[in-house]
């Protein structure tokens, strides 16, 4: 079963921040995951919340910021004082940190609340630019956006985020379509996961960062979970089922 470091390795730096992602590059795991919002200028920023009050000392809206604006905050004395001065990083920025690595990287459009019109052609062309296509998944909550990434990019794997009990998923995830289910925890351990992967489906779990559910799920065929523990992680399923 693969890891991947959720929002980077979240758990021990601040989330979405050059810091975090800089750990998850240092890591032998397979893959890291980010989330990309639009500021107002319309640059593409990492950052998961609509707003920038939970992980920095400012307040507002990411769509209602100048990336400048944004740049004048602090995103990581929240978490510790030893990343004070951490700015909210742009996708260009985080993606270079793994341009010269084999880290699979998952970018999560966060459209589901404000649908950032343009987000999923930028992000397209950047990732294209960056020759990391092949290396690239895109996820959302948004499943419209789903769809019509995959239709600008059939070449590129796509996923749906989904925090319900999907019944038929497997035939759900067809019909967007997308390449892949990324499954809430509780969701994953329902019957109709388990369908789902005997139908072939290719599922993701988040957020795991606990013992007893990577070893459940990692019985149950899941392909990856997403962890904010990526070493502790990668540590507990090396040693195996106690």
């Given at each position: 079963m693969k890891i991947y470091a959720h929002r980077g390795a979240s758990g021990t730096h601040p989330e979405n921040t050059l810091a975090a992602f800089e750990e998850a590059a240092r890591l032998g795991i397979h893959g890291v995951e980010l989330d990309v919002h639009l500021s107002k200028d319309g640059e593409l920023v990492v950052i998961h919340d609509e707003t920038i009050d939970r992980t920095s000392n400012g307040v507002g809206y990411v769509k209602d910021l100048t990336l400048a604006e944004l740049r004048a905050y602090d995103f990581g004395n929240w978490f510790n004082e030893e990343f004070a001065r951490e700015s909210i990083p742009t996708l260009e920025e985080v993606l270079k940190i793994?341009?010269?690595?084999?880290?699979?990287?998952?970018?999560?459009?966060?459209?589901?609340?404000?649908?950032?019109e343009g987000m999923g052609e930028k992000v397209l062309y950047l990732v294209e630019k960056m020759g990391m296509s092949d290396r690239v998944l895109i996820s959302s909550f948004d499943h419209e956006a789903v769809r019509n990434f995959k239709k600008l990019a059939p070449h590129i794997k796509v996923a749906?985020?989904?925090?319900?009990?999907?019944?038929?998923a497997y035939d759900y995830a067809r019909i967007v379509p997308a390449d892949a289910l990324h499954i809430y925890l509780p969701s994953a351990h329902r019957k109709t996961t388990?369908?789902?992967?005997?139908?072939?489906?290719?599922?993701?779990?988040?957020t795991v960062n606990d013992e007893v559910n990577a070893h459940a799920l990692e019985k149950r065929g899941v392909h990856a979970i997403f962890t904010d523990f990526p070493e502790r992680m990668k540590s507990v399923l090396e040693k195996g089922e106690v």
């Open positions: 793994f341009q010269q690595t084999a880290h699979h990287v998952n970018i999560e459009l966060k459209s589901d609340i404000f649908p950032y749906i985020l989904t925090m319900d009990v999907l019944v038929d388990k369908e789902a992967l005997l139908k072939g489906a290719i599922i993701r779990v988040f």
